[in-house]
């Protein structure tokens, strides 16, 4: 399965899926315009496939908003 890069206590289900055919995928969301957010870091980790297994961790970070 890998491992969890991520605290287990912190985890939130963010949506499901189909990879293209290069294995990606995009994920849009609206982001509220807060200056607050402005170099906050938010860290992803997705469970790929059958059998399951976890993806590298990825972050993003708001640079501007």
């Not at 990879?19 to 849009?28: E, I, R, V």
């Amino acid at each position: 399965l890998g491992f969890l890069r991520l605290d287990p206590s912190s985890l939130l289900f963010v949506t499901s899926g189909v990879l293209d055919a290069t294995g990606g995928s995009t994920l849009t969301l609206s982001v509220p315009n807060t200056p607050t957010l402005i170099d906050t870091a938010l860290h992803w980790q997705a469970v790929i496939g059958t059998p399951l297994w976890l993806s590298n961790r990825e972050v993003t970070r708001f640079s501007a908003l």
